[in-house]
Each structure stands twice: as C-alpha cells, then as structure tokens.
C-alpha cells in the first residue's frame, strides 16, 4: 500500500495534576528529518519516540510538539528539617561568640527562628517524575500508530489518483503509437522529397552517403523506442504502487523517466496529431510527479 508523507495526529492524557497534549505533524522530504520539542527532564522520552519514529517511518519531516501543563495544588506548611539545622547552628555560634566578647543576647523564640528564609516551606503535591515519565513513554505507540495509519489513509486516496493517471498515460501511449503509425505515409513521402531534392542539387554526392543521411533523418523522426519505454515505464509503476514497502524515491526516478520519452517524443513527432498527445502526455506526467512527491 502507498503511504503518503503528510498526515497528523495528537493525543492527550493526565496524571494526577499533570496533563500533556501530544501534536505530531508530517509533509514530504527526501529522506527521514525527525525534530522533537519535548520537555525537559524526562528521562528516556527522546530516545523511545525517535526510535518508534525510525521504525515507523522511511521518509518525511516529522514536527512532535508535547505540551505539559502541571497544576499547583494547595498544601500544607512544612518545614525544611535540613536547612532548620543550619540556621540552628548558626544561632548557636552567634551566641558563643557573643559570651565570649561579653555581650548578651536575648534567646531566639521558635517563631524567630521559623523566621529566616527557607525554614518553612509550603509542600506541593507533585507527580512523581517516573512515573509521569513511563506515562508519556506508554503514549508514543499509540500516537505514532495513529500517525501511520493517517499516512496509509491519505496514501491510498493518493495511490487511487495516480493509478488513474497511469491509466491515462497508457492510453496516450496508445494513441501515440496509432498516430505514429498513421504518419508512416507522410514521413515517407517527406523522405522521398528530400532524396529526389539531395540528387539534383548535389549530383557529385555518393549515393552511399545520401542514403547514410536519409537513414539518419528516418531514425530521427522514429518513435517506436520512446513508446516501448513508456508503456514499460508504466508497467514498472503499477509494480511499484502495488508494492508494501516505501518506493516514494523510484517513483521520483521514473517520473523523470516518463517526462524524458514525452519530451523526446514531441521532438521526433513531425505531425500535428502525434505533437498534441505528446503535450497530452507531458501535462498528466507533470500532474502524477507533483502528487509523487508525497509519496513515503
């Protein structure tokens, strides 16, 4: 199945009083460009979206934005028994040095001391950062599957156009080789004046060199090889779109392929009726190359 390189998907999820929106957006690229905005300190977030990301996808500029919003809970006073004993310790000091140079201080109250900064705390109920960690880790799978199957949906829709478009090139290819067919007499009888016009302007030209030029120009306006090219190059696309595996870079090739034999094809035509497909065909190539590059 085709898949195409634009597709997006979101998800969101909450734990406790943290909640998260997940945004992942695709368009076409030439190969794999995968950028992440993700918060920071989530341990092991990055490499597991990266690596389903590498897994899932061959092609594509993937955006994946996360967005955490943590809500502030009210809780209760606590106090910072670690930093209660430094302040401690330095009262205890202070006083010391004060006996010892003969000042006396008036004792420190509890509430003194509760006082200085960083004491007490107001105690916030946080999730823990693991946990909330292997939440969002939990929510990459889901995510990148429903940004896969986005890209298979928006693919089939695309392989359907230019499988419609391969059925118009085959049928111009057709019509180019009845019209082709159809000039034999014209192009035959434009040989033939060219010949009689070569030998009564140039009658001391060899013969063998006159027919070497006229063989030449009869190459020249033969379309035969650019026709069996092109019904192979169709055939060789239908392989590919009915392909599992991603052929987005060999569809590119074989556009170029088909606009080449259309080109060489309005060169060599030499009628008015083999020039209109020609253009016919270059117009559907030029459709069928810009819906190609979206394809995975």
Known sequence: MTHSMTAFASRTGTLGATSWSWEMRGVNARGLDIRLRLPEGIEGLEPALRGALTKALARGNVTVNLRLNREEVAGGLAVDEAHLDEVLKALDLVQERAFAMGVTLGQPTAADVLAQRGVLTTAKAEDDVNELAAALIA????????????????????????????DQIAQLTEAAATAAAARAPQVRENLTAALRRVMEDAAE???????????????KSDVTEEIDRLKSHVAAARD?????????????????????????????????ALTAIGLD?????????????NVE
């Open 281 to 293: 065909l270059k117009a559907v190539i030029d459709q069928m190359r810009e819906q190609i590059q």
């Open 240 to 272: 590919l779109l009915a392909q599992d595996k991603p052929a987005g870079r060999k569809f590119d090739f074989l556009a170029q392929e088909f606009n080449r034999e259309a080109n060489t094809l309005c060169a060599k035509a030499q009628a008015p």
């Open 205 to 219: 030209i060899e013969e063998g060199r006159v027919a070497q030029e006229l063989a030449l120009l009869a190459v």
């Open 139 to 166: 929510d990459v799978a889901p995510l990148v599957a429903d940004f896969v199957a986005m890209r298979a949906g928006e693919g089939a829709s695309l392989g359907a156009v230019v499988a419609q478009q391969l």
